[in-house]
């Protein structure tokens, strides 16, 4: 046949509005975070990717809860996660500290958006490491440093310092140290409880001392806010090479003991 059929225009596909909200006011919050910091207002950004790691945390149960998950919100929600937890704090950081590295000469200044750019980049590296390892990883655990629990730590550090109305340039020689390594422990191949194996259903009974637990930290919380995050993060930080380093010796322990 000489005539040739017409072509059916490709047909669009909607998206699911509930979770994807949650995920741009995630996305909104970095991006408040980065306004923020460039107008001096570093309490006011780190509170900011806070609020985006807990909108992070709701979308994907919302979409479960309803379940509306599709590969389109997988991938905004990652996209989101590099402008929150990985532009958002390297940026912070830079304007807050990094920045005053300059005042020491050409090379420290140069180290200072380095140490930053060192951060975004395992940020990026992070999540895109996760993308390609969902079905396969245990998800009881995280391999490396979750992007939003490495955010905290430097914007909690950012809010309990500035809390006390000291300068980010006093520790202009200790932000990059913090930085790197959480840059690289995101990258890492330690093993950090992802806590996704805790009981979240309303019908799954837990031990009362938990709910006691709950309380305390709460109070720790109204107390100093600030603090009691960036100790808790710090914690949450170094459990993966500790938790890591003590099974890989239990494991030969126990190797040995076989063998013998």
């Known amino acids: 046949m000489s005539e040739h059929m017409p072509v059916r225009p490709p047909r669009h596909r909607g998206i699911y509005l509930l979770p994807n909200l949650f995920t741009t006011g995630a996305m909104f919050a970095g991006f408040y975070a980065i306004i923020a910091s460039i107008g001096g207002h570093y309490t006011d950004a780190a509170v900011a990717v806070f609020i985006a790691a807990v909108l992070d945390g709701m979308d994907g149960r919302v979409a479960r809860m309803t379940g509306t998950q599709t590969e389109f919100g997988v991938q905004y929600d990652s996209l989101s996660d590099l402008i929150s937890f990985g532009l958002a704090p390297a940026l912070v950081m830079y304007t807050w500290s990094l920045s005053a590295l300059r005042d020491f000469g050409p090379l420290w200044g140069k180290l200072g958006w380095a140490c930053a750019f060192i951060y975004a980049a395992c940020a990026a590296l992070r999540l895109a490491r996760f993308n390609t390892q969902v079905g396969v990883a245990d998800k009881r655990y995280f391999q490396g440093l979750a992007s939003p629990a490495a955010a905290a730590v430097c914007m909690s550090f950012v809010w309990s ?83 890591t380093i003590w099974g890989l010796l239990t494991h030969r322990r126990r190797v040995r003991r076989n063998a013998a």
């Open 161 to 243: 310092v500035d809390k006390f109305g000291l300068p980010g340039s006093e520790f202009c020689f200790v932000t990059p140290a913090i930085m790197v390594i959480t840059g690289l422990l995101m990258v890492s191949r330690f093993r950090y409880f992802s806590f996704k194996s805790l009981p979240t259903d309303e019908r799954q009974r837990v031990p009362f001392a938990w709910m006691v637990g709950a309380v305390l930290l709460l109070a720790l919380l109204i107390l100093d806010t600030a603090r009691v995050l960036f100790v808790g993060f710090t914690l949450y930080l170094l459990s993966g090479p500790v938790w």
